[in-house]
T-cell receptor, first 119, second 113 residues
Framework: SAVISQKPSRDICQRGTSLTIQCQVD?????MFWYRQQPGQSLTLIAT?????????ESGFVIDKFPISRPNLTFSTLTVSNMSPEDSSIYLC????????????????FGEGSRLTVL | AQSVTQLGSHVSVSEGALVLLRCNYS??????LFWYVQYPNQGLQLLLK??????LVKGINGFEAEFKKSETSFHLTKPSAHMSDAAEYFC???????????FGSGTRLQVQP
């Protein structure tokens, strides 16, 4: 398993501002994933963050709106830029599980999420 | 494209009753399938996963799921519901060649006393 810490756990933001969410993992991982969960909805993948390269964004998400940093193998940040009320969501960081031999176990482990409310 | 469909956005059962949450996947190749639970104001927790081994998968908290290729289903069951089972449940699939998971729309389980 992996222990994932996210900060902030929740925040209330003003329209037009930006907020950076931090994700810290207790082990080195190649890929980190950022998901969005809008109120009452399922999870939608925003992007995949690899250390040493630019993040890969899913359809409908762009780097200018959701810039991502991945400075090392245990840390990533997601910025939600120029926020509007439609950005009010839970943002979740996740990583792939690793077995004892180091191979992928397939499942994802998630942080507790960062709940953003934009007024 | 592979995806998952969860039938029923809300399911309500009585305490002690059978829990059945439905998930169907669309794929010609047996995929990796997962069930996650999300308690209020918390992240997602893995309940169980299917990875082409045994078709009946046992998970945590008394839950299990059966992979049925003929029905392209991976329904989640629990023989006797507890009040503490009230939560949102998500079925997810691992697409071929990808590490990220694709999630179903979720089913909110209510347990009535």
């Amino acid at each position: 398993s992996a222990v994932i810490s996210q900060k902030p756990s929740r925040d209330i933001c003003q329209r037009g501002t930006s907020l950076t969410i931090q994700c810290q993992v207790d082990s080195q991982v190649t890929m980190m994933f950022w998901y969005r969960q809008q109120p009452g909805q399922s999870l939608t993948l925003i992007a995949t963050a690899n250390q040493g390269s630019e993040a890969t964004y899913e359809s409908g998400f762009v780097i200018d709106k959701f810039p991502i940093s991945r400075p090392n193998l245990t840390f990533s940040t997601l910025t939600v830029s120029n926020m509007s009320p439609e950005d009010s969501s839970i943002y979740l960081c996740s990583v792939v599980g690793r077995g004892l031999a180091g191979g992928s176990t397939g499942e994802l482990f998630f942080g507790e999420g960062s709940r953003l409310t934009v007024l | 494209a592979q995806s998952v469909t969860q039938l029923g956005s809300h399911v309500s059962v009585s305490e002690g009753a059978l829990v059945l949450l439905r998930c169907n996947y669309s794929s010609s190749v047996p995929p990796y399938l997962f069930w996650y639970v999300q308690y209020p104001n918390q992240g997602l927790q893995l309940l169980l996963k299917y990875t082409s081994a045994a078709t009946l998968v046992k998970g945590i908290n008394g839950f299990e799921a059966e992979f049925k290729k003929s029905e392209t289903s991976f329904h989640l069951t629990k023989p006797s519901a507890h009040m503490s089972d009230a939560a949102e449940y998500f079925c997810a699939v691992k697409l071929t060649g990808r590490r990220a998971l694709t999630f179903g729309s979720g089913t909110r389980l209510q347990v009535q006393p």
